[in-house]
């Protein structure tokens, strides 16, 4: 390592690090100095989380309500005038009664692997509305999220799976509200707003060769509704859509809540400071040993 624009090896010796620079002399810093650093790095590591997941797709509806921008391909076909609106991060796409948007892929099957979804909605009905969808309900088969008039709810296989229920948010027609449902282990998990709200015991997921969607269930790989059960309809926005292809930690769920990323965008200042002081000291033990 070259701190300070210097050319430092370094040994452990008994009251510290030895630090040599490339002019033969020796510093020697003390354990404490060390420590800190490493303290200040474990901090860090801590409040930004990791970028473990995988990303199967990701629609920020900025740009328009199909593409997604995840490396996957995976653009969502428009079922009705679609259009854009303001949303929590850039546009949200807006989605009329009747309105909605799919995807056939079989990348969208979870069968009994962990997953998590990851979106932000704004509701403009009170009625059983399917938000994020791939079901085959008759069968029992595939997984959704949705609200109804008091709860917001997540599901595999029509709720035989397993279902997750946590209040409505008070303020979700006036405001956007962030969901994250997902598969870890045995567990089904529902955070609200960053919040774990509910959870249950998951049993085996079977997928559904049906679509993928947005603001609808029961639809078929070719878009065609009321395929396998009845289709029912999202009137509202949605917003910074994820699917993973495994569960996120809490800290991952809390960054995407707060900056739309897996990784914080800024970590705490406390951290930075703790980095600082350590990266100080070390810095002004040196030029004392120099000096001297």
Known sequence: MRPFGMHLAYRPVRNGWQLGAR???????????????????????ALCG????????HYSFDADATTD??????DLNASGSVSLAAGQFG???????????????????????????????????????????????NSDL?????HNGTNVSG???DTVGGVTTAARPGDDSTSFQHLVFQRTGSALELYVNGVLADSAVAASTVDTSNAF???????????????GGGTFYYDGLIDELWVFDNALTAIEIANLRDGNSLVADVPEPAGLALLGTGVLLLGA????????
């Open 23 to 45: 002019h033969g002399r020796m510093y020697t810093a003390p354990r404490s100095l060390f420590t800190i650093g490493a303290a200040a790095m474990m901090s860090l590591m």
């Open 50 to 57: 990791t970028a473990s997941a995988g990303v199967v797709a």
């Open 69 to 74: 921008s995840g490396g996957n391909g995976l």
């Open 91 to 137: 546009s949200a796409v807006n989605l009329d009664a009747g309105e909605y948007l799919w995807n056939a892929s079989s990348l969208f099957n979870v069968s009994t692997s962990d997953f998590a979804i990851s979106f932000w909605y704004n509701t403009d009905s009170n009625a059983f509305s399917p938000m994020v969808t791939k079901t085959h309900t």
């Open 142 to 146: 595939g997984y959704a999220i949705g």
């Open 155 to 157: 599901d595999v296989r």
């Open 213 to 227: 969607v947005v603001g609808a269930r029961n639809i078929s790989s070719g878009g065609a509704p009321n395929v």
């Open 285 to 292: 033990r040196l030029r004392r040993r120099r000096a001297a």
